[in-house]
């Protein structure tokens, strides 16, 4: 299996602009979780979906930031407009009933974003 | 109630020494406890898990230590090796799939050669 996929793995854009962060989960899984990882703040979860429905979108920050999940192998995290304080690293997971453990996360590689 | 408190920040060891980082939790429907393991420029990956019904659990260097009535945990790395150089977070979650892992704030750990 080829794991989580997120796209682009860097993204840098200025003030003002809106950025889209993909992501596919690994096949078969029915959870994706949308994280962000500053040093300041650690390991924060945004949202997370179940068979494509959010479940808790608490730990979205603001209006400014929304996810979608169109399909089983597709999600998007868009920020508009962005701001310098959102530069972090973004991370989707993926879990399911198959693995090591059930119901574990799977990270994928991680989007860095750069707001200028 | 939703935390799960980290620490140290940051750790050095000599190559095969003793690597420990602690965490603590609050609330007592956790029944999860995931340690993970970031690599500069990766994801974290899952490295050992227990639930609080063993105090122990070991996997080949890496074992879990679980204080059920002091609500800590904590991971052990013996014989550490340069390799084992990465961020550590601790983590905890209830039973319900629906429930999201609570993540510790991480553990810098630097392995000297």
Same mark, same amino acid.
């Given at each position: 299996?080829?794991?989580?996929?997120?796209?682009?793995?860097?993204?840098?854009?200025?003030?003002?602009?809106?950025?889209?962060?993909?992501?596919?989960?690994?096949?078969?899984?029915?959870?994706?979780?949308?994280?962000?990882?500053?040093?300041?703040?650690?390991?924060?979860?945004?949202?997370?979906?179940?068979?494509?429905?959010?479940?808790?979108?608490?730990?979205?920050?603001?209006?400014?930031?929304?996810?979608?999940?169109?399909?089983?192998?597709?999600?998007?995290?868009?920020?508009?407009?962005?701001?310098?304080?959102?530069?972090?690293?973004?991370?989707?997971?993926?879990?399911?009933?198959?693995?090591?453990?059930?119901?574990?996360?799977?990270?994928?590689?991680?989007?860095?974003?750069?707001?200028? | /109630? =939703?935390?799960?408190?980290?620490? %140290?920040?940051? @750790? !050095?060891?000599?190559?095969?020494?003793? &690597?420990?980082?602690?965490?603590?939790?609050?609330?007592?429907?956790?029944?999860?406890?995931?340690?993970? /393991? =970031?690599?500069?420029?990766?994801? %974290?990956?899952? @490295? !050992?898990?227990?639930?609080?019904?063993? &105090?122990?659990?070991?996997?080949?260097?890496?074992?879990?230590?679980?204080?059920?009535?002091?609500?800590?945990?904590?991971?052990?790395?013996?014989?550490?090796?340069?390799?084992?150089?990465?961020?550590?977070?601790?983590?905890?979650?209830?039973?319900?799939?629906?429930?999201?892992?609570?993540?510790?704030?991480?553990?810098?750990?630097?392995?000297?050669?």
């Amino acid at each position: 299996d080829a794991g989580v996929i997120q796209s682009p793995r860097h993204e840098v854009t200025e003030m003002g602009q809106e950025v889209t962060l993909r992501c596919k989960p690994i096949s078969g899984h029915d959870y994706l979780f949308w994280y962000r990882q500053t040093m300041m703040r650690g390991l924060e979860l945004l949202i997370y979906f179940n068979n494509n429905v959010p479940i808790d979108d608490s730990g979205m920050p603001e209006d400014r930031f929304s996810a979608k999940m169109p399909n089983a192998s597709f999600s998007t995290l868009k920020i508009q407009p962005s701001e310098p304080r959102d530069s972090a690293v973004y991370f989707c997971a993926s879990s399911g009933t198959s693995g090591r453990a059930a119901y574990e996360q799977y990270f994928g590689p991680g989007t860095r974003l750069t707001v200028t | /109630q =939703q935390q799960v408190k980290q620490s %140290p920040q940051s @750790l !050095i060891v000599q190559k095969g020494g003793i &690597s420990i980082i602690n965490c603590a939790y609050e609330n007592t429907a956790f029944d999860y406890f995931p340690w993970y /393991q =970031q690599f500069p420029g990766k994801g %974290p990956a899952l @490295l !050992i898990a227990i639930r609080p019904d063993v &105090s122990e659990k070991k996997e080949g260097r890496f074992t879990i230590s679980f204080n059920k009535s002091a609500k800590q945990f904590s991971l052990h790395i013996m014989d550490s090796q340069p390799g084992d150089s990465a961020t550590y977070f601790c983590a905890a979650r209830k039973g319900n799939r629906d429930d999201k892992i609570i993540f510790g704030k991480g553990t810098r750990l630097h392995i000297l050669p």
